[in-house]
């Protein structure tokens, strides 16, 4: 089967940084991907991670370790606007017909 | 267009009807997806098309789900006998190929229905 794990909600202060994790069991892995999505909108993508290791764009960074079954996202110097829900996906085929979403954490940024 | 555009935005309908909803993907994006998103939930895959394959249809929750896909271009998502429960976000997703990170799925903004 294939599961995929998220805390349901976090909160943290505006100017913080905040470590979203994910853990994953699943019948295949060919990458793991993490979107944002504001209440109302549709998911944007944030990161890609197929090798272990950290990946950083900007304020955000992502890390995976395949052994794990594991991954986290960082956000630093949080701002308001980073209030939202963030999903964590796995393409268990590579081919693209088995992408598996999360249930996604809220997260709620407070001033 | 710019990106995955979806229609209608909004769909309130009674129970028990037929509704069409439409999505057209990124120009050049071969595969396209179908997931359903219940109010404070995550997202249910229902629906995948790459190319002219056959489409993996594992995902649809029942028969009176189906979806059709012309080539590389619009996909309809039809529900027949709409129920209660069918009221969800239905959005559509289209990436450039399946491999690797150029599968980022862009999506599209949903469309709302409402099943009275």
């Known amino acids: 089967g294939q599961n995929i794990d998220q805390p349901t909600e976090m909160t943290a202060t505006e100017g913080a940084i905040v470590q979203i994790n994910c853990t994953y069991q699943?019948?295949?892995?060919?990458?793991l991907f993490w979107y944002q999505q504001h209440a109302g909108e549709a998911p944007t993508f944030l990161s890609y991670?197929?090798?272990?290791g950290l990946e950083e764009k900007g304020r955000f960074s992502s890390f995976l370790s395949r052994s794990k079954g594991y991954s986290y996202l960082l956000l630093k110097e949080l701002q308001m606007k980073d209030s939202a829900s963030y999903l964590c996906?796995?393409?268990?085929?590579?081919?693209?017909?088995?992408?598996?979403f999360g249930p996604g954490t809220r997260l709620s940024v407070l001033p | 267009g710019a990106g995955v555009s979806q229609s209608p935005s909004n769909k309130v309908t009674e129970k028990g009807k037929d509704v069409e909803l439409r999505c057209d993907p990124i120009?050049?994006?071969?595969?396209l997806y179908w997931y359903r998103q219940r109010l404070g939930q995550g997202l249910e895959f229902l629906i995948y098309?790459?190319?002219?394959?056959?489409?993996?249809k594992s995902g649809l929750p029942s028969d009176r789900f189906s979806a059709e896909r012309t080539g590389e271009s619009v996909s309809t998502l039809t529900i027949q006998r709409t129920q209660q429960e069918d009221s969800a976000v239905y959005l559509c997703?289209?990436?450039?190929?399946?491999?690797?990170?150029?599968?980022?799925?862009?999506f599209g903004p949903g469309t709302r229905l409402t099943v009275l």
């Open positions: 997703a289209s990436s450039l190929t399946t491999s690797g990170g150029d599968n980022e799925q862009f």
């Open positions: 699943t019948s295949g892995f060919n990458g």
């Open positions: 991670n197929v090798l272990d």
């Open positions: 996906a796995v393409d268990e085929s590579g081919y693209g017909q088995n992408f598996v």
């Open positions: 120009s050049g994006h071969t595969a």
């Open positions: 098309f790459q190319g002219n394959s056959a489409p993996d």
